[in-house]
């Protein structure tokens, strides 16, 4: 699997809108650090790696963006738009993210504490340590 779309339930009202993400009910791993993105350039392109282990789940709480996902044998692009859907990131997946409007947030939830060593930062690199 490349990726999964993760829908969450939405609670609210006339009042406004609520989303509560609970271990163990709208993850497939344990949250172990939370962290956030905004403020980047329309065309700038961020992450430009791959994680050896560490499982993520994204979501643009604000406007948009697209992620580029790879696996080594095929790409998609994946626009988020939605605050109600988070995309699930396995390991071993290359993913670099652009087209952010001006109002983007994106909030990552991974499965890992930060590690530079779970980091595969060049492209040829990760597509050796996936065909091995």
């Given amino acids: 699997m490349m990726y999964a779309l993760l829908n969450f339930r939405v609670r609210g009202n006339h009042d406004g809108k ?10 497939p791993f344990e949250i172990k650090r939370v962290y956030y993105i905004w403020d ?9 790696h791959a994680h050896r282990n ?20 095929e790409k998609v692009t994946v626009h ?6 988070g995309l699930y990131i396995p ?14 947030v994106i909030m990552v939830l991974a499965s890992e504490h930060y ?8 492209y040829d690199t ?3 340590e996936i065909a091995a």
Avoid: M
């Avoid at 980047?40 to 430009?48: C, E, I, L, N, S």
């Avoid at 560490?54 to 790879?70: A, H, K, P, R």
């Avoid at 988020?80 to 859907?85: A, G, S």
């Fill in 18 to 27: 609520l989303i509560a993400l609970e271990k163990g009910d709208d993850f």
């Fill in 91 to 104: 390991g071993n997946t290359w993913r670099e993210f652009t087209n952010f409007s001006a109002d983007c």
């Fill in 54 to 73: 560490l499982e993520q789940v994204i979501i643009c709480t604000s406007g948009s963006c697209d992620f580029i996902l790879d696996n080594g044998q």
């Fill in 40 to 48: 980047t350039a329309h065309d700038v392109v961020r992450g430009k």
């Fill in 80 to 85: 988020l738009d939605n605050p109600t859907q």
């Fill in 115 to 122: 590690a530079e060593s779970d980091y595969i930062r060049d």
């Fill in 126 to 128: 990760f597509l050796k």
